[in-house]
């Protein structure tokens, strides 16, 4: 059974940074397509980021310039680096892969 475990999530004030790691077990996290999801209090969860499987990366137009996601397929993880940020990137981040999700890490952006 898969199970994703996210971590890295923080309080932070804007401008600061984070890097969020995700890490992947029972499953072979190498031949899937990874994303990044997040979910702002009190609005819909929403698309960020995704990774495929040669370590390229797609962005919504929030994370262009600012969030950076990247995979070590040897160590079963995905990472989002997420730099300048601002208050509303405040939220619980979540990362998928194949249908599964994983609990989430929480991060407020706040001054």
């Known amino acids: 059974q898969v199970q994703l475990v996210e971590s890295g999530g923080d309080l932070v004030q804007p401008g600061g940074s984070l890097r969020l790691s995700c890490v992947a077990s029972?499953?072979?996290?190498?031949?899937?397509?990874v994303s990044w999801f997040r979910q702002p209090p009190g609005k819909q969860r929403e698309f960020v980021a995704s990774?495929?499987?040669?370590?390229?990366?797609t962005y919504e137009d929030f994370a262009k310039g600012r969030f950076f996601v990247s995979r070590d397929n040897s160590k079963n993880t995905v990472y989002l680096q997420m730099n300048n940020l601002k208050l509303e990137d405040t939220g619980t981040y979540y990362c998928?892969?194949?249908?599964?999700w994983g609990q989430g890490t929480q991060v407020t952006v706040s001054s």
């Open positions: 990774v495929n499987t040669g370590g390229g990366g």
């Open positions: 029972g499953g072979d996290f190498s031949l899937y397509l």
């Open positions: 998928t892969f194949a249908g599964n």
